[in-house]
């Protein structure tokens, strides 16, 4: 599941964001304005895109 939240939530909260993308596999999309402006994604999920963009070349 997306969580969306403002920048000032995600500054209040952002302990347990990363807990909810690491334990969780949570994605959330960080707004200013009600903008999408970044993604907090769990790092495995980073890694593995990583990797794929490597064998890609």
């Not at 909260?13 to 959330?28: P, Q, S, W």
């Not at 990583?50 to 070349?57: F, G, N, V």
């Amino acid at each position: 599941m997306d969580v969306r939240m403002g920048i000032r939530e995600t500054r209040e909260r952002l302990g347990d964001r990363v807990n909810a993308a690491h334990y969780l596999g949570e994605v959330t999309i960080i707004e200013r304005n009600g903008t999408p402006f970044a993604v907090l994604i769990p790092y495995q999920w980073w890694t593995d895109r990583q990797s794929q963009l490597d064998t890609a070349e």
